[in-house]
Antibody
Framework: QVHFVQSGAEVKEPGASLKVSCKPSGYSFANFALHWVRQAPGQSPEWMGWINLANGNTEYSQKFQGRVSISRDTSANTSFLELSRLRSEDTALYHC????????????????WGQGALVTVSS | EIVLTQSPGTLSLSPGERVTLSCRASQTVSGSYLAWYQQKPGQAPRLLIYDVSSRTTGIPDRFSGSGSGTDFTLTISRLEPEDFAVYYCQLYGGSLVFGRGTKLEIK
């Protein structure tokens, strides 16, 4: 079945960068776009961007433009989210999630979610 | 950017009751690009409804979605104890945004 392995919890200082990973299994890696969504404690989910795992094309939320980068390592079937210039408001669970439809490389409903990587930004 | 407003913020109901949750968009939504998610504490969101009214495989038929334009609803015909959770609507046409959620709590 579809499953995601995400990297573990991290504590970062303000101004630092984070890099979290997501390794899907149970389906053809390159056939589905992968989205990254974060959720701060007690808040609603917030979309950050997505990646076409076949060719590496990405699209980002305007809110994070210039600070975010999503990439993939096809040899390891893994995607990465990087966020720079961290501030306390970036404390959140960072989820990867799969677009529901194969070959739907755009905005999408998200049918499978990883459990999230908890990132705490604190000095 | 389109903003999704969910109301009410919290609802206190009893098992067996019928409930309708509202999601209103700040602009007309073109196409049927609206989804609903259920989230329980400590869990990731779970996709219930996509394309306004299509149920994801395995979702009970007591859950139904409807709407168009700027107004969308999720209806649970008869609440079961496991339905008490937070529900989010999500737009995915032209952008990808989530509402702020409605919390269903047991009365």
């Amino acid at each position: 079945q579809v499953h995601f392995v995400q990297s573990g919890a991290e504590v970062k200082e303000p101004g630092a960068s984070l890099k979290v990973s997501c390794k899907p299994s149970g389906y053809s890696f390159a056939n589905f776009a992968l989205h990254w969504v974060r959720q701060a404690p007690g808040q609603s989910p917030e979309w950050m961007g997505w990646i076409n795992l076949a060719n590496g094309n990405t699209e980002y939320s305007q809110k994070f433009q210039g600070r975010v980068s999503i990439s993939r390592d096809t040899s390891a079937n893994t995607s990465f989210l990087e966020l720079s210039r961290l501030r306390s408001e970036d404390t959140a669970l960072y989820h990867c999630a799969r677009a529901r439809r194969a070959f739907d490389f755009s905005y999408a409903a998200l049918d499978y979610w990883g459990q999230g990587a908890l990132v705490t930004v604190s000095s | 950017e389109i903003v999704l407003t969910q109301s009410p913020g919290t609802l206190s109901l009893s098992p067996g009751e019928r409930v309708t949750l509202s999601c209103r968009a700040s602009q007309t939504v073109s196409g049927s690009y609206l989804a609903w998610y259920q989230q329980k504490p400590g869990q990731a969101p779970r996709l219930l409804i996509y394309d306004v009214s299509s149920r994801t495989t395995g979702i009970p038929d007591r859950f139904s979605g409807s709407g168009s334009g700027t107004d969308f609803t999720l209806t649970i015909s008869r609440l079961e104890p496991e339905d008490f959770a937070v529900y989010y609507c999500q737009l995915y046409g032209g952008s990808l945004v989530f509402g702020r959620g409605t919390k269903l709590e047991i009365k």
